[in-house]
């Protein structure tokens, strides 16, 4: 890129800087998200508030599908090298 290409191309400067930010926020979303140790503690929390009936079993069933398909996402994820 010449010294006319890098003059054009200076406006959007900012707007590269925010959807690189952007890119690095929603990475760390999806790593936490796709974390197996939280999803384990949040299946235990569900099982806790099953036993404490704070859920009820249709509650608790629904959550228990939710963070499980979550587990299997985070296994393939892994195994093919995602973040």
């Known amino acids: 890129m010449g010294l006319l290409g890098a003059l054009f191309s200076l406006p959007l400067a900012p707007v590269r800087g925010t959807v690189w930010v952007a890119e690095q926020v929603r990475r760390e979303a999806e ?32 959550l228990e599908e939710q963070l499980v398909a979550r587990l299997v996402e985070a296994g393939r994820r892994d195994r093919e090298g995602q973040p």
Do not use: F, K, N, T
């Open 31 to 62: 790593r936490v998200y796709y974390d197996p140790g939280s999803i384990r503690r949040q299946l235990e929390d569900v099982e806790r508030a099953r036993a404490q009936g704070v859920l009820d079993d249709a509650e608790a069933d629904a």
